[in-house]
């Protein structure tokens, strides 16, 4: 057996577990969410023994390194990092609702490292087009999970200290983003805000889902122009201001389906200005998409959510805060530990690369957020969408920055 | 706080700097300032620093370039406006400390500490029990238990009552003056870089030997007190065809006389008076390019040997020729060609063209249809290793940063000022006792605290008893 099967067990063995965290939260019973628990447990040990399990392939590959050097190993670090968090916290504050939020970030992050890879076995009869647009797709996907030898820049002392210390920062963020999630959810005032967190969250998706597919089929990082990014950043705020009115005067669902389509009309447009397209038909299938997304969600706003239960506002607030100060030690360690290590490599510790410059827009926000607190008048609904924000900069940092134009593409 | 009662009486611009001082108070400034720097930075991200101007127009339009070249956003980082915000910070930072320390010095330097027997009793969360135990045998075990856990307690003594006060962890109080002096501390350091450091590059062909460098950011000549000797450079490879590493074997000369000898690889420089040696990249130095010229017109072929930078007449007055680029892999319309060298064709009465010439594809240049058609046939090279070579005497300072953050950062958020009562009721046959207490963060965990120190004293008397 290696580490690649019992990896992906793991995933399923997380899958279960926030299966189990949904149902317990969702009929308010006991016994599921402790069942959760011994999954989530089981999950995180086996993810452990992966991860040790690969330590030593490595080394009798002959490669001898630590599991922390590549897209594919920090992802596994990453979701086992979030579980153990996440138990830690429900030892220590005797709570289980928020696993709700915490299991799924550290499913997603193992799913999306057990991504199956594109190979030339799996395709050896295609060609042309197809082949092309599947080339592209395994390099959209390209976890690799085979363990490579160290470049010489990743040679050093520091790689662990680095990885480790950033995504245990980056574990804490990720369940603070759920508890504050949970907030936001809970909290009365945001209703009002709901639409222009929406839409914000629907051009986004549809942005990188844009991105996604013209890297499929044109093989190309499309270069979004400043204007039109600033353009479209404007209509979406006053459409968005213009529903959240008419929303009031005619009903709910009548304005999103209206706001929703001229937003992602909007968002083509947008994209349309700068690059030609020939697929009409995936446009009409995000239109599609996203009509359903607009009417569930308003559902699930009025329906749903009034009858979950979610912890109380002090305690979801202590958490994020809790959660934040943790992740913010760790991010702080991080980043001087890169810093330390680059200055043994290149003879600088800070050089305004885009990822460093990324790891410090993130430390901004969280170092803003743990400023609302005694900021007079301001308090938990700010820090959740701080705490939101600040882990959208988290993924960027971990995930977006490849994409930004610049000469950088190390991952 | 005292500002406020003087302004009134003082000079206009001593009440212009307690305005000033005002404002720099606000921890909102703080939030708005560091999400200010945080939007900000992420521009330089969106847009290629230090690239090339002509690029820059051609892709932004000259409205945009302008504006752009008007707030320096081609080098944001290092631009007015950019470092003026991180100085509103630094102050900002500065002044709300100094603010805060006052009260908080006087809580932690406290030598006789007051406890307000009211504000442990207004404490909405207490924890209660009553007990048979005698009170005297009560006390002494709270006191066995407090000065386990307490740096500071003390008993006093009322009628029927025993009160007892403890309290710890007044001086982490201080941990965010720790972290707010760090951050102070890195950017002093950043700064004592900038002004006194300096970042450049040298390219050594093995064998030679450099006695400068190269400024990165000016890109002036910087002359080294001693001379950096290559003796030796050598990449190895995984089977897999990757770098596994680069080495570069130097010699540190002075006086004629070896120092230093030293094997350096990407992450083990060498050190040498303050100067730091690293490897940063390696490259083969072309020399000696055979260039061939076939005339259109007549037929006739004319050969050279040149090196980069020099230029050839070409007879039949077809124009002058210059060696001016060689690149080891260059992409033409995605299509790789491989190693090219470009030259550039002069000619009195026509714009300069630039003439690309593939070595593997000697008669690529037959497609511009030219008057002339320039081929290069072959050519010899030497390894050079790429050094980078630093000197940045804020370093002790930055790292003496990085560490007190770290340990500000721990304190702030893990430890916390805890203050503690137990209220004692000696009400003859049984006795009621009721513990309470409140820390200055970390509610939660103080409530831990109380349970836990309750629990365990309600375990002990039961005992006892």
């Not at chain 2, 007892?164 to 972290?179: C, D, M, N, S």
Request: charged share 15%.
């Amino acid at each position: 057996m290696n580490n690649s099967t019992i990896l992906s067990i793991v995933t399923f063995v997380y899958g279960f577990a926030a299966l189990l965290y949904v149902i317990s939260w969702i009929f308010n019973k006991e016994l599921p969410g402790k069942i959760a628990t011994w999954v989530t447990i089981a999950g995180a040990t086996g993810n452990a023994g992966g991860i040790i399990l690969r330590w030593v392939e490595s080394y009798q590959q002959g490669m001898g390194h630590a599991p922390l050097s590549n897209k594919y190993e920090s992802l596994v670090f990453f979701a086992f990092a979030i579980a153990v968090c996440y138990l830690i916290m429900e030892f220590k504050y005797k709570n289980r609702l928020f696993g709700v939020f915490a299991l799924p970030l550290s499913l997603l992050a193992i799913a999306y490292a057990s991504l199956p890879v594109i190979t030339d076995q799996l395709q050896p009869h295609v060609s042309g087009t197809i082949k092309q647009q599947l080339d592209a797709m395994s390099a959209w996907s390209n976890v690799n999970y085979n363990i490579q030898p160290l470049i010489p820049a990743l040679k050093s002392n520091w790689l662990i200290t680095h990885v480790v210390t950033c995504f245990i920062g980056y574990a804490g963020f990720a369940i603070a983003f759920g508890t504050s999630l949970m907030y936001v959810l809970k909290a009365k005032e945001s209703k009002s805000h709901f639409f222009i967190f929406f839409s914000i969250g629907t051009a986004a998706g549809i942005i990188i889902w844009n991105l996604g597919l013209l890297q499929i089929f044109n093989k190309v990082y499309i270069d979004i122009g400043f204007w039109s990014i600033i353009i479209y950043l404007m209509v979406i705020i006053i459409i968005s201001f213009v529903c959240l009115q008419l929303r009031k005067i005619i009903g709910t669902y009548a304005v999103s389906f209206i706001g929703t389509g001229i937003l992602i009309g909007c968002t083509w447009w947008g994209l349309a200005i700068k690059v030609h397209f020939d697929f009409s038909f995936h446009v009409v299938l995000i239109f599609i998409i996203c009509f359903c997304a607009a009417y569930l969600f308003d559902f699930l706003v009025d329906y749903i959510l009034p009858f979950v239960h979610f912890p109380e506002f002090d305690m979801l607030d202590e958490l994020t805060h809790q959660l934040v100060m943790f992740g913010f030690l760790f991010l702080t360690i991080g980043i001087i530990t890169g810093s330390v290590w680059a200055n043994t490599a290149w003879g600088r510790y800070w050089g305004w690369d885009n990822k460093e410059i990324w790891s410090l827009i993130t430390w901004l926000i969280y170092a803003a957020l743990l400023h609302v607190r005694i900021s007079r008048g301001w308090s938990g609904i700010e820090t959740a969408i701080l705490s939101i924000i600040g882990f959208t900069a988290v993924i960027f940092t971990y995930f977006g920055v490849n994409y930004l134009p610049g000469l950088h593409s190390y991952g | 706080m005292t500002e406020k009662k003087t302004t009134g009486k003082l000079h206009p611009l001593w009440k212009l700097f307690a305005s000033g001082w005002k404002l720099f108070a606000s921890v909102k400034l703080t939030i708005a300032l560091l999400l200010i720097l945080a939007i900000t930075s992420a521009i330089g991200t969106m847009i290629p620093q230090n690239a090339n101007h002509a690029w820059y127009l051609a892709k932004y339009g000259k409205i945009l370039y302008l504006v752009f070249l008007t707030f320096n956003i081609f080098d944001m980082y290092h631009s007015f406006w950019f470092r003026f915000l991180i100085l509103a910070l630094t102050a900002n930072i500065i002044v709300c400390s100094i603010n805060r320390l006052s009260s908080a010095w006087k809580i932690i330097f406290d030598k006789h500490p007051k406890f307000n027997l009211s504000r442990f009793q207004k404490l909405p969360e207490k924890e209660e029990f009553s007990t048979g135990g005698h009170a005297d045998s009560l006390v002494k075990n709270c006191e066995t238990m407090i000065k386990r856990g307490f740096s500071f307690y003390r008993i006093e003594q009322q009628d029927n009552r025993s009160l007892i006060f403890a309290e710890k962890g007044r001086w982490t109080r201080l941990g965010v003056y720790i972290v707010h002096f760090s951050v102070v501390l890195l950017l002093t350091g950043s700064l004592i870089g900038s002004l006194f450091g300096f970042e450049g590059y040298v390219n050594i062909l093995e064998g030679e030997t450099a006695k400068s460098i190269t400024l990165r950011d000016t890109g002036k000549e910087y002359p080294l007190d001693f001379d950096i000797r290559c003796d030796d450079f050598n990449v190895s490879f995984y089977e897999s065809g990757k770098p596994s590493e680069y080495r570069s074997s130097l010699s540190i000369v002075e006086n004629n006389k070896i120092v230093i000898k030293k094997n350096i690889f990407v992450n083990r420089p060498l050190h040498h008076k303050g100067i730091n040696i690293f490897q940063s990249s390696y490259g083969t130095r072309p020399y000696n390019f055979k260039v061939t010229f076939e005339s259109r017109a007549s037929g006739m072929v004319y050969t050279w040997e040149g090196a980069l930078g020099e230029s050839y007449e070409i007879p039949e007055t077809l124009g002058n020729f210059q060696l001016t680029n060689f690149f080891n892999s260059y992409k033409f319309h995605t299509h790789d060609l491989g190693k090219c060298v470009i030259g550039t064709l002069m000619k009195a009465d026509k714009e300069p063209v630039d003439v690309l010439m593939p070595l593997k594809y000697p008669s690529f240049d037959r497609m511009r249809k030219g008057d002339v058609f320039i081929s290069i046939s072959d050519f010899q090279s030497k390894d050079y290793t790429g050094l980078q070579v630093t000197r940045d005497p804020g370093v002790p300072l930055v790292y003496t940063g990085f560490l007190l953050i770290i340990i500000g950062c721990y304190i702030t958020f893990f430890m916390s000022h805890q203050r503690l009562c137990i209220d004692i009721h000696d009400d003859g046959d049984t006795c009621r006792v009721v513990v309470s207490g409140f820390a200055n963060k970390n509610r939660l965990g103080m409530k831990n605290l109380i349970r836990k120190i309750s629990k365990s004293l309600e375990k002990m008397s039961t005992v006892k008893s």
